[in-house]
């Protein structure tokens, strides 16, 4: 099986896709052509008067971009009280706000570019079925409501074999409901799950999200941004106050140059202007690839984005290893051949690369994930399960984990020539938004203060 996904399937047939065919100076110089390379240029278009040159190896939003599950999310993967107790509840309250704020960011990327692709938005709920799920959300709003901020609405089943078990701190954090009132939100008939969480979701396709920014860039700032595809860059060279890129036969020369390649990137950076800079993290970036299928159906339901946390299958020592859980989208979908359907798209299935493994994008997409899938789709979702579902796209993309686990937005501490936008979790949407965003700002000059995000020394 081939590696199909329905957001590049709704994209244009009959671009024209530009190459670098001679050397070329520019202010900003971007690197990588996902959301978080296109939403960057948008910001620094917008905030400063740059001229900003995005150079992609292949085709834009063709990454993890084109091969994400396309819910719009604010969570970290990592749970909020650890992130608090590492850095401070300050400072992770500050980033989990800068995270949500993105979505005013992408609201106004709405309105001010005239954007007509489907966003909607609603109340997604997750699915817990054990003790230690419930406790350790309950923990996290516990945090949350000590930061003040929005706790997440929290719903334990009177079924739950472990309701009386919770600890007593917790009280004013969830209600008990009846079980039908877990499974009406959950939409399956499925009794595994004893809790649900709820907040703000939403669903774009963010490949077709980067075509209409750059259709409305290219419109916008015809003397100022160009976006050129199919043109790698091998190497950044960094001088005192301006950065040399190495595209093949060709150079760019730039002021600054934001690295937004999803941590993978496969370019050696030289540091004429300082120290070597240490590129240890872009070799630690933790590739995982995550397997999604999905199917149409009668569009009689709204749009929706719940996830599933089942009971661990596995003890692991490994300290990335979560339980395993499914996560499934509906939403209206037209492409090709397609019109006026629900799309539900599910993903789960994860696989770790070796830190140094090759991975590509036309990599076969396994039997054994589609069969994975349909299983937990026959299991939960509301659907006859003696029905043949017909899987039209089945695909699979990159996620990268820096060692935080969080995205790194800001300058290279060994030369500020070099900034990123960059290191996707699996969560990555709005905090490359977020991020582009914040870039602009730095590049306009403005000092944000420190945050969680920030490059390491
Ligand atoms: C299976 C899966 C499910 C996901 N689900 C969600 C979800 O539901 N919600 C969510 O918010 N996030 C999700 N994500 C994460 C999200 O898709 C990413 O965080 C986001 O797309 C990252 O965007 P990006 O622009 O940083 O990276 P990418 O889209 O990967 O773009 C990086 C680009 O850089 C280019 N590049 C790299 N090196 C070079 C070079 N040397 N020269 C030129 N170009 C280069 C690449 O070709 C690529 O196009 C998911 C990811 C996966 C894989």
Redesign the pocket.
């Known amino acids: 099986m081939t590696n199909r996904s329905p957001w590049i399937h709704q994209l244009k047939k009959d671009r024209q896709v530009v190459t670098l065919a001679s050397d070329v100076e520019t202010d900003v110089a971007i ?8 939403s960057t240029a948008y910001f620094i278009l917008k905030n400063t008067d740059k001229k900003v040159v995005v ?19 604010s969570y970290f993967e990592r749970p909020f009280y650890e992130l608090a107790d590492e850095f401070g509840l300050e400072k992770a309250a500050e980033a989990q706000l800068a995270v949500e704020s993105a979505w005013t960011l992408l609201d106004l990327m709405y309105t001010e570019a005239g954007l007509d692709l489907p966003l909607s938005r609603f109340i997604g709920h997750a699915g817990l079925s054990t003790y230690d799920h419930v406790v350790r959300h309950l923990k996290d709003n516990q945090y949350r409501k000590r930061a003040g901020m929005k706790t997440e609405i929290f719903k334990v089943s009177a079924d739950a074999p472990f309701v009386s078990a919770i600890p007593a701190e917790y009280a004013e954090l969830y209600d008990v409901v009846p079980q039908t009132e877990i499974e009406e939100l959950l939409q399956t008939k499925n009794t595994t799950y004893k809790a649900v969480i709820s907040f703000q979701k939403g669903c774009l396709n ?1 490949a077709l999200f980067c075509q209409e920014i750059i259709e409305f860039l290219t419109k916008t700032y015809p003397d100022r941004f160009a976006l050129y595809e199919h ?4 190497k950044v060279v960094l001088h005192g106050g301006r950065a040399l890129l190495d595209a093949g036969k060709r150079t760019v020369t730039a002021g600054r140059v934001i ?9 050696n950076i030289i540091n004429e202007g300082g120290l070597a800079i240490d590129t240890k993290f872009h070799h630690l970036v933790r590739g ?5 299928s999905a199917y149409v159906e009668p569009m009689n339901k709204p749009p929706t ?1 719940i996830s599933y946390f089942e009971p661990a299958s596995v003890d692991s020592d490994d300290p990335y290893a979560s339980d395993p859980y499914f ?1 499934l ?1 509906r939403r209206q979908f037209d492409a090709e051949g397609v019109k006026g359907m629900n799309l539900i798209s599910v ?1 789960g299935p ?1 696989f770790s690369l070796d830190q140094r493994s090759e991975y590509t994008t036309d990599l076969d997409y396994p039997e054994q994930e589609k069969a994975n899938i349909d299983a937990f789709v026959k299991s939960t979702y509301d659907i006859d399960p003696n029905k043949k579902i017909d899987y039209q796209y089945t ?6 984990y820096t060692p935080s686990g969080l995205r790194v937005v800001g300058e290279e501490p060994k030369n500020p020539v070099l900034l990123y ?12 938004i977020y991020g582009a965003d914040r870039i602009s700002k730095i590049i306009k000059g403005e000092k944000p203060a420190p945050s969680i995000f920030d490059p390491r020394g």
Not at 55 to 73: S, Y
Not at 288 to 292: A, L
């Open positions: 690197v990588g052509a996902g959301i978080a390379g296109i150079l992609e190896r292949g085709k834009f939003a063709h990454g993890a971009t084109g091969h994400n599950a396309g819910q719009i999310a963010s043109t790698p860059i091998h690295l937004c390649t999803n941590g993978f990137e496969t370019l995982m690839v995550g397997y999604m984005a996560y989208t993903g994860e695909w699979h993309g990159l996620m990268g936008n960059l290191g996707c979790n699996g969560v990555g949407i709005l905090p490359s």
